[in-house]
């Protein structure tokens, strides 16, 4: 079975500062990979995901995250935050090939954007 | 634009009532779910169903049933509510093809007094 770990459940940063949401990821087969965005009381929306290709994927609102096979990593990063980018992220994982739909979630870091 | 829509954003029941949560999509998904989301436990799945009267049991499916008989339709049953099913109830859908994402709606905030 796969299982997923947020390595911060909180994370404070200034406007305008450079953000990096930690996950990583144990499976013993490939993997598919996602990260979700919570804004306060909403459903999750899709960030961006990894299903092969190139490491480096870009999302929505500026996000990106690189997978990396060897470190079982999956780190979200945006270069300059803004106000409006306070919110829960989610990572997620599916197994490859398999029933997509069981997606595993980690739970959660809350990322709070200060002025 | 897809669109996951659960009928009651905000309920209120009592220890012992029968509570029915509702989700409707209109993406023609095979697949639908029903997720917990807790302080501090992210999100925990209660039940998914892969086609019409299909249903699986997720990770805590203890105290809840679901019904799906139509494919638009999925809906979350507490037969006996109690305090500690005070949550949030979050609904999602998706096709069967591998790496597909999944659409959430807006959840519904359960409280059982």
């Known amino acids: 079975a796969q299982s997923v770990t947020q390595l911060d459940s909180q994370v404070p940063v200034f406007e305008e500062a450079p953000v990096e949401l930690r996950c990583n990821y144990s499976?013993?087969?490939?993997?598919?990979l996602f990260w979700y965005v919570q804004y306060p009381n909403q459903g999750l929306q899709l960030l961006l995901k990894?299903?092969?290709?190139?490491?480096l994927v870009k999302g929505i609102n500026g996000f990106e995250a690189e997978f990396n096979k060897s470190q079982t990593s999956f780190h979200l990063r945006k270069p300059s935050v803004h106000i409006s980018d306070t919110a829960e992220y989610f990572c997620?994982?599916?197994?490859?090939?398999?029933?997509?739909?069981?997606?595993?979630f980690g739970k959660g870091t809350l990322l709070t954007v200060n002025p | 634009d897809v669109k996951v829509t659960q009928s009651s954003r905000y309920l209120v029941k009592r220890t012992g009532e029968k509570v029915f949560l509702e989700c409707v999509q209109d993406m023609d998904h095979e697949n639908m779910f029903w997720y917990r989301q807790d302080p501090g436990l992210g999100l925990r799945l209660i039940y998914f169903s892969y086609d019409v009267k299909m249903k699986e049991k997720g990770d805590i499916p203890e105290g809840y049933s679901v019904s799906r008989e139509k494919k638009e339709r999925f809906s979350l049953i507490l037969e006996s509510a109690s305090t500690n099913q005070t949550s949030m109830y979050l609904c999602?859908?998706?096709?069967?093809?591998?790496?597909?994402?999944?659409?959430f709606g807006e959840g519904s905030w359960l409280t059982v007094v």
């Open positions: 499976s013993s087969v490939s993997v598919y």
């Open positions: 990894y299903l092969s290709g190139s490491t």
């Open positions: 997620a994982v599916s197994v490859y090939g398999g029933s997509n739909y069981k997606l595993t």
């Open positions: 999602a859908s998706t096709l069967t093809v591998s790496g597909n994402t999944i659409y």
